[in-house]
């Protein structure tokens, strides 16, 4: 872990990151596009915002009208999605708060989703996955050594909300992704396309597992979805000047909420892959992209970036230790299992069956018919 890799001189990305390219300042690629992307997104001027916001919230309601709910939000707990339920419920919609538990939710996350939903008197709906076919799903990907375990989850849960859009009539899922906080493209090397349907059942096969009962989506599926049914996946935070800490402060104050030390905490697997499983076997650090994107967005100095860096995801051992217990016993691995498998080098996914010639030519075929997108 102490060899050194060309860091960029604005953000926090280093040469680690796929297709990782430097100019002549030393300033890297990844940041200068979302700088371009966040100068095209954000309005500067809040009334701007304002009225685009207000125009979007009553497109929504139009499309919900006589409906038992105008929009979908899927929450996790975190501090994003938490809020774009807020932001929902104070503009007046009708959402259906969607959660998935893949049986490794935190204690906290739990606590906040409920107190949420209770505090801003809105429906949740909460799809349990089948533990015994989860973990066997796991470990199929962990034996297969690709790098992106958290698809079955990420997948699922898309799989999930779409279900629901068709089943309610719902036109709108509003996520709380965002440009400001996220809008740095995840370099290739990081994860893989959670629309590849066919990648996680070629997995599964490779270990001798069926998917039985955990919702599936292909790139049919979302193609199928948002053709027919009109369903639209929209990062609702793009609609207001994101600023984490002041959302995080307002969720605190007015609702109760319990923030966690780094961004996707909620679920202790993702803690545990994000923070231990992706830098140990994969070299990839989370944080860099997530604290770039923050860098870009004048929402934290580099120098800041560059001090949370130094220290492990993990700023107590003991809670390494932790988690590291949760997990073996969980899995029902062995300390060695965990040494063998952090030890074999990765295999990408593209050695498995994949959608991804056919999602290429998805994106071909909307440039062509829907040019400017
Ligand atoms: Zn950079």
Known sequence: MSEHFRECTSCVMDARAADTVFDSTGQCNHCSTMLATLSTYQPVDAGVLHLRLAAFVNTIRTAGRGKRYDCIVGVSGGADSSYALYLAKQHGLRPLAVHMDNGWNSELAVNNIENLVRKLGVDLYTHVVEWREYRALQQAFFDADVIDVELLYDNAMLAVNYGLAKRYGIKYMLSGSNTSTEGMRVPSNFNWNKFDRKNILAIARGDGVRVRSLP????????????????????????????????????????????????????????????????????????????????????????????????????????????????????????????????????????????????????RAQKRFLPGR
Not at 291 to 305: D, F, H, N, P, V
Not at 345 to 353: G, I, K, L, S
């Open 216 to 363: 599936t989506i292909g790139v049919l599926g979302l193609v199928y979805h948002r053709l027919v049914h009109g369903t639209q996946w929209i990062p609702f935070l793009d609609y207001i000047d994101y600023n984490k800490q002041r959302c995080i402060d307002v969720l605190v104050r007015e609702l109760g909420y319990r923030p966690y030390p780094y961004k996707h905490y909620e679920s202790i697997f993702t803690r545990f892959y994000q923070g231990y499983l992706l830098p140990q076997k994969f070299g990839v650090d989370k944080r860099r992209l997530h604290l770039s994107a923050l860098i870009c967005s004048g929402q934290m100095s580099r120098a800041k970036a560059g001090e949370l860096l130094a220290h492990s995801p993990y700023p107590d051992p003991d809670e390494l230790q932790a988690d590291i217990e949760y997990f073996l016993k969980k899995m029902n691995w062995s300390e060695q299992d965990l040494a063998d498998y952090l030890a074999r080098p990765e295999r990408p996914h593209a050695d498995f069956a994949s959608e991804a010639p056919l999602f290429a030519q998805m994106l």
